[in-house]
């Protein structure tokens, strides 16, 4: 089984038609907050109908993640050593049965 950044590539290279990747697609950015934001368009992908679905946590202020599927949107931001993990959430949630999903 792949980890997560390979599943992520995989994903992404399933979903390139000539449009989506140019007008919708993967955004990383670093955050001023010193962090990660990854933004992923759903519309026009197989994970287009994920419901929707929220995760955050944060302790004492240096470790925290916060996740959401809204729309037809994910976005996912943490601190600077949870890239790997706001990954492995998009993951699960695009690979999870609807009715199981949380």
């Not at 996912?76 to 890239?83: F, H, K, N, S």
Request: charged share 30%.
């Amino acid at each position: 089984m792949p980890d997560n950044l390979e599943w992520l590539e995989e994903w992404y290279q399933r979903q390139c038609d000539g449009a989506w990747e140019h007008d919708q697609g993967i955004r990383l950015e670093s955050l001023r907050q010193r962090g990660w934001r990854l933004t992923i368009s759903l519309e026009g992908t197989s994970a287009e109908n994920a419901a929707p679905n929220r995760l955050n946590f944060g302790t004492s202020g240096e470790e925290w993640i916060d996740c959401s599927i809204t729309g037809q949107r994910f976005e996912g931001a943490g601190d600077p050593r949870r890239l790997e993990q706001i990954i492995g959430v998009f993951r699960r949630w695009v690979e999870a049965p609807r009715e199981t999903r949380s």
